[in-house]
């Protein structure tokens, strides 16, 4: 019984940034359960080696060019992946980026802009994209990704841009799940410490940094992006039918001290 709530024989996912990291892993993980995937990011030729390296695993899987930064172009994406691959019953709206250490005062404007956009827009238009014809058909689950950035303020980078739009996409998962919970479709977030991926490798690498990072972290280990896949598989499948709203940390411990 318990098993087969984990399962997702039948289903369709959607998933954004999906092209490597946590995005790619994720998608594996849905495969691996049985669900149809579709797999989008912005970068044509890193999604062609997404799904090269799924297609290799003989997962049945399919791509899609968006920019989530477009809400016309989210709209599109959903109306297309249900008209084509049959009703979508899972969105992990995964798709984020991150920006050199900047001092607040020191801000460029289209720094904190082009973070809000992807960060916080491109999640919201990915989920309401997605989310109408899930709340007319009165089922679905939806996955964002959001960051212990949105909890804590991270040391010693400066990075008010990312941590305020992963806060944002903490707060507004909780409010469409309060919107949407009478109405079959759950949402619920996941809030990563620093991940094993490109993104969190290429300051890492500095000591300045990964010194006090893992100071911080009573684990004392970035996390794999296997191991948000993991979760996010949870969120998406039935076993966890009994939560939406909630913000599972996924931190290391990093947010107990």
Not at 49 to 56: N, S
Not at 85 to 110: F, H, K, Q, S
Not at 161 to 190: D, F, Q
Request: proline share 5%; with cysteine.
């Amino acid at each position: 019984m318990y098993q087969q709530m984990f399962r997702l024989d039948g289903r369709t996912g959607f998933v954004t940034g999906a092209a490597r990291g946590i995005g790619l892993c994720t998608a594996e993980a849905l495969a691996e359960a049985g669900a149809r995937v579709l797999i989008s990011d912005v970068n044509p030729a890193t999604l062609a080696e997404g799904e090269a390296y799924l297609k290799q695993k003989g997962y049945d899987v399919a791509t899609m060019v968006l920019d989530v930064t477009d809400s016309a172009a989210c709209d599109r994406a959903a109306e297309e992946a249900n008209r084509l691959y049959g009703p979508v019953d899972i969105l992990i709206a995964n798709a984020g980026i991150a920006r050199p250490d900047t001092p607040g005062e020191e801000m460029p404007d289209e720094t904190w802009l082009k973070v809000l956009d992807v960060n916080l827009n491109g999640i919201f238009w990915s989920c309401r994209a997605f989310a109408r014809p899930m709340l007319a058909r009165g089922r679905g689950a939806i996955v964002t990704i959001g960051s212990m950035s949105g909890v804590i303020s991270n040391k010693p980078q400066r990075q008010v841009p990312y941590n305020a739009s992963k806060a944002a996409v903490h707060h507004m998962t909780r409010s469409l799940a309060g919107e949407w919970a009478e109405r079959g479709v759950r949402i619920n977030c996941v809030a990563p410490t620093y991940v094993n991926t490109l993104m969190s490798n290429i300051t890492a690498q500095d000591p300045y940094y990964f010194g006090p990072w893992m100071e911080n972290t009573p684990m004392k280990r970035m996390v794999e992006p296997e191991e948000i896949a993991a979760v996010n598989l949870f969120l998406a499948s039935d076993a966890s039918s009994g939560m939406t709203g909630t913000i599972v940390l996924v931190d290391a411990g990093y947010t107990i001290w």
